[in-house]
Structure formats: C-alpha cells, structure tokens
C-alpha cells in the first residue's frame, strides 16, 4: 500500500534565476515552508534556501541564503519583496554549515536587514580559517596538493580558485553560535540542532519531530552524493566522520528532507542507506587499484574522476580532496599504507596496498 504523503510542494512563484516551491501539510494547518532556489555559478546550480514565518506572523526565519553573486543578490531583491520581507520583519539567519554556497550572502543580508546569523562554533572557525584576514588557505591547498603528486600547472588556478570565493562571501557575518543539542524555535516549530561532521565540519541539521521534517543541509542530498574532503587544517578523518554522521542521522524519524541542493524527498532511510554503501564499495573499488599498482593521490584521483583538463578547478579540488577523505579512511583501515615515494620526485606521497593487514601501521 503506497503511504500518503503528507506534505505537498507546489510551484508558487518563478523568474528567470530564482523560483519558489511552498511545501505545506494535506490539511494546510501549518505554517507553509519556502522552498527557493538561488542560482548559483557551477554544476550544482542552485543553493536551497527556505523561509519561514512564525506562526503570529511576526517576522520570518532564513535558512542557507546562498553564494554572494551579483545575480543571487538580484534574485534575493525579488524573492524578499515577493514575500513582504522588509527590514524589522526578518528575525534571523540560521546557517546549516560554513560553505560559501550557503554562507556567501549571509553578512550582506545581515548589515542590510540587521539581523543576527547562526552557526556553529566549529564552523565559524572554518569559515575563518577559508577567507579570515591573512588567511594562508591557498598556499596549504596548494602545498597539500603538490605533496600528493599534482602537476605545477594546476598551483596557479588553485591559488586563482581559492581567492576568487571571497568577493562571494564578503562581508563574512557576525554569529551567534549554535551547539550540538540545542532547540530553536523558529517558523511555528521546534528544531532540534544536530551536528554532523565530514561535508563540513561543525555541520548542523535541524530536526522537527512532531512533523517528521529535516533541514538536512548537505549532509544527505538526493541524487549526489555530498562531498567528502580533506582539507588542511580540518577534520583529520574525514569520511570516518561523514560516516558516523549518516548513521547518528539515521536514527531520527523523518518524513520529508528539506536539502541544500535538489528538491525535498520522502525516502530518508533508502537514501542513508545507499549512501552508506556507496562509500564503502568505493572504498573496496579504489583499493583493489591500488592492489593492482601503488599510486599517488594524484594519479589515483585522474584514473577515477579524469585529468584536470576534462574538470575546472573547483571540481579537481573536490576530486582530490574526495580521494584523500577515501585514502584516509582505507589506511586507518589498514588496507593502505602510505609512505614516501623511493623515485626521485620531492617529497610526493606515495599509496600502496598492504599485502597482509599486519603491515600497516596507522599514522
Ligand atoms: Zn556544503
């Protein structure tokens, strides 16, 4: 017997760069949940953004407003008049993680509507460590990278890279930080805040019980698997932690996931589950190459994903990071061991496959 889906989405308002989908409950009895895409400049193409009025209609909560372009600025102007948001009616800003194509447009809505912002403590401290005042994130990506076998070529569009996401995050925000546990009331509900880590460090879901709904942020997305990197300075195991994200997720009660990126789903557990299994038989995949032949984070990154040419920058980034988040893994594991490589080629790292688990040291 197909069950009944009690929340509805339905196509409310439309432009050219942003759209608005009003998720609501069968009966109509609560407060509508605002679905809005902002466009954003790469593959994923829009951010999801969700607005919610409190239920005495006082003022309104913003979730994740987006990357700062010059369109998802546009795009804000119409959806915030459409909605009757004006300065004194928006209450807050609530973010689900530190990543640009969340936070971008947070500090800028902040000053304009003088509004506090939300996040973790974990997650300011990242989005300080990415784009705070002398920051060295671009020259430890580069360093990491280099030290994992990519060519010089990609250093300079690396460094062009990173730079490039701090007009789209300017100006960064003042928070209030949100921890592990806490309640929030905002939209008429209660939201539990549940910190994951892995996408991103410091990782907040929101989780209404009564009604069975998750503000998921990026933690579990339908159609893509949410990516799982290693970054210097962060998380030192980073799938282990994506990993027990899902599963601390997985015990909750879910009946509609309000994503990050695609559309709101019902399938909840499915979804966790093929996510789970997912990385564990790219885990199993990617070793058995490395039983084949040893390899640096590089050449293994290129076989799997393709070469720099056939990816942008930001896509080898996430390619290379998603490879060493897996490496990682597999050497704590004990199934790979990584050492120095006996070629002359610097100080480039070089994997192998242990033979027998007994050989493998964890560093
Ligand atoms: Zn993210």
Not at 131 to 140: I, K, L, P, T, V
Not at 182 to 190: I, M, P
């Amino acid at each position: 017997m197909a069950e009944e889906k009690r929340w509805q989405g339905q196509a409310w308002a439309e432009s050219e760069h942003w759209s608005i989908t009003v998720w609501q409950d069968e009966h109509k009895q609560l407060e509508p949940i605002y679905q809005i895409r902002i466009p954003l400049p790469f593959s994923l193409r829009w951010v999801n953004a969700y607005a919610m009025r409190e239920s005495d209609h006082t003022g309104w909560t913003i979730v994740d407003p987006g990357l700062r372009t010059p369109q998802a600025e546009a795009a804000w102007q119409e959806v915030l008049d459409k909605l009757s948001i004006h300065v004194g009616s928006l209450r807050q800003i609530i973010l689900t993680h530190y990543h640009p194509d969340h936070l971008g447009m947070a500090g800028m809505l902040q000053q304009k509507y003088e509004v506090p912002v939300v996040l973790s403590r974990i997650g300011w401290q990242h989005a300080v460590m990415l784009w705070g005042d002398g920051n060295q994130m671009a020259q430890r990506i580069q360093q990491l990278m280099r030290m994992h076998g990519a060519p010089e070529e990609v250093m300079g569009m690396l460094g062009e890279h990173m730079d490039s996401f701090e007009t789209c995050v300017s100006p960064l925000p003042e928070v209030t930080y949100i921890n592990d546990g806490d309640e929030l009331v905002f939209g008429g509900r209660t939201w539990a805040a549940i910190e994951t880590h892995g996408h991103a460090p410091g990782h907040i879901s929101f989780y209404n019980k009564e009604h069975g709904l998750l503000l998921a942020g990026d933690h579990v997305l339908p159609q893509i698997t949410p990516n799982v990197s290693y970054m210097p300075g962060s998380d030192p195991q980073p799938l282990l932690l994506y990993l027990e994200g899902l599963k601390k997720l997985s015990g909750l009660e879910v009946e509609l996931v309000l994503p990050g990126h695609r559309n709101p789903f019902y399938q909840y557990h499915s979804r966790i589950d093929y996510l789970l299994q997912h990385h564990e038989e790219r885990l199993a995949e990617w070793h058995g190459m490395l039983v084949r032949e040893p390899m640096t984070a590089y050449q293994l990154c290129t076989r799997i994903f393709g070469n720099v040419g056939r990816l942008t920058v930001h896509q080898f980034r996430f390619a290379m990071g998603e490879t060493l988040s897996h490496l990682i893994e597999l050497e704590r594991r004990g199934q790979v061991n990584c050492e120095q490589s006996l070629e002359p080629v610097g100080d480039v790292r070089v994997w192998s496959a242990c033979t027998q688990r007994t050989e493998c040291t964890i560093s």
